[in-house]
């Protein structure tokens, strides 16, 4: 069933009389569709003010991270620069004490160095004493009493202690 005027519309069991309540009209239904035109567009105007505040937000967000990373490459470039200097400061420094080891392996320059700096003289093949090396003339009885002396001291503090 259609009603056509809702003033007419009866509540309730048609026997009994019923409560009849008056439709009422207020200023919000009658003018509602001119308000809500106001209200949408003014929703709609704060929904494109939020996406852009979001969307510069992100932006910056994307931005600072960019500059972040960016700085994180530079420390490493800038660390791995002063590690590659290191590394070919030592280079040249060995190179140099190679070349010192090769000046130094020289058999007339440690000779001349003897002889001038130490005031070392150089010997005679005449005056030169031999000696042999292989046969014990020196024996060191005394330091073998001297170590057993000792092994039997600490063996006996070692049991002392233990016991």
């Known amino acids: 069933m259609i009603l056509m005027n809702e003033e007419d519309m009866v509540n309730g069991n048609t026997v009994l009389q019923p409560e009849y309540r008056p439709y009422v009209e207020t200023e919000e239904k009658k003018y509602g569709d001119k308000n809500t035109g106001k209200d ?6 704060v929904k494109k ?7 510069i937000g992100l932006a ?10 960016y700085s994180v490459i530079y420390d490493m470039q800038t660390e791995l620069n002063s590690v590659e200097m290191n590394i070919d400061n030592i280079s040249r420094e060995n190179e ?24 070392m003289i150089v010997s ?17 009885q005394e330091d073998v009493d001297e170590i057993k002396t000792q092994k039997g001291i600490l063996n ?3 049991q002392l202690i233990w016991r």
């Open 40 to 45: 949408k567009k003014n929703r709609i105007k």
């Open 49 to 55: 003010k939020l996406k852009i505040i979001r969307n």
């Open 60 to 69: 910056f967000i994307v931005g600072v991270i960019l500059v972040y990373r």
């Open 96 to 119: 140099n004490l190679k070349v010192d080891l090769v000046k130094y392996n020289n058999l007339q320059y440690i000779e001349n160095t003897a002889v001038n700096k130490l005031h």
């Open 124 to 140: 005679d093949t005449g005056k030169a004493v031999y000696v042999n090396i292989d046969k014990k003339t020196v024996k060191t």
């Open 156 to 158: 006996k503090l070692k």
